[in-house]
């Protein structure tokens, strides 16, 4: 298990969660290299999201802006964002994520997503807003007698 | 006796006093078919609508009209007020924006911080808040005992579901469909939401 030290030589868990990521997924809008099962705000159930650290921004599309309704709150300006797959318009919202663990516990983040009404993608958990308050690393699956593993843990 | 009615008797009587003789008693009664001279005509006509004019229902319909056209001039005003502070947080929040679409997120946090210093505004204030870096906290414990389970029915079953929305509880299918809203609706309907694992193949 991974540690590590606070400013006073005290040693601390580097992570506090765990969970098998899914690695390597195909899905008819592209191959997902990284996902990992999250929940968002206050809704009962997961989804998988991949996980990206070279994504701006965690963005959500039509589905879960539906499910999710009023948690998302009052729309700031619209954006444009451009993806891989075209630029897209959307507001930022300020929304809880909760990385689900196998082993430790739960990682929620209180979060910043971008909700993209046309987006056609797969949910994305992208660096700004998200990953850049945690710590978090990447076991590769060599084989299915040994899947990967994602720890992650707030920094 | 009115006020109207008091100037109405002293007119006549200062008109009699000049030698005209009223073509009325003063209990109202017609004595005489005379008309009144032209000039007596004329300064009693000037006197009555002096009367009415400042007369307690004329003076009230004025200020009624006075109050009406300020009230629609404040309308206008507030509407130009309203517009003028919307164009205002446009130009405000409008590099904040360039800033954002162009991934520059520390300058962003950096210029909302030092915008909310100089003018604050609920509208700025929303704009920090998602600006703003994100918090982790540590739950009490792992909810996703069952992740295993469900990561086993998609290594086995992705293919047969390529391009729909499954829903698994447990490694087990509870339901699939091309559209994840209509899927999330009828799990919702049948009270079996919770604790479902959503992915789309």
Partial sequence: VLHRTDSRGTFLPWSQGSAEP???????????????????????????AMLDTGAHWTLIGPELIESLGDQLGAELDSLTMST?????????????????????????????????????????????????????????????????????GGA | MGRAEGLSRTLLESAEGAGWKSPFTHEGKRAVDSPLPPSVRRWAARSREQVTNIGPYQHRTRSDKARSGLAQRVAVLETE???????????????????????????????????????????????????APPEASVAPAATGGTLARDNAW???????????????????????????????RRLEQTGELEGIAFARL
């Fill in chain 1, 84 to 152: 891989r797959i075209g630029n897209f318009k959307g507001t930022l919202h300020r929304l809880p994520i909760h990385l689900i663990a196998e082993q430790g516990a739960d990682v929620t983040v209180e979060a910043t997503c971008l909700a993209l009404p046309d987006w056609e993608g797969p949910t994305i958990l992208g660096f700004h807003g998200f990953l850049e308050r945690l710590r978090f690393a990447l076991e590769p699956g060599m084989s299915a007698d040994t899947p990967g593993r994602f720890y992650f």
């Fill in chain 2, 81 to 131: 007020l309203s517009q003028l502070k919307e164009r205002l947080q446009q130009a405000e929040t409008a590099p904040l924006i360039q800033l954002v679409e162009a991934g520059r997120i520390t300058e962003a946090r950096q210029l909302v911080s030092l915008l909310l210093k100089a003018s604050p505004s609920p509208r700025l204030e929303q704009w920090a808040r998602v600006l």
């Fill in chain 1, 22 to 48: 899914r690695l390597d997924e195909e899905r008819q809008t592209g191959r997902l290299p990284v996902a990992v099962w999250c929940r968002f705000g206050a809704l009962p159930h997961r989804e998988l």
């Fill in chain 2, 154 to 184: 998609l290594r086995a079953n992705a293919k047969d579901y390529a391009g729909r929305w499954v829903a698994l509880r447990d490694g087990v299918l509870v339901d699939a469909d091309a559209s994840r809203v209509a899927l999330h």
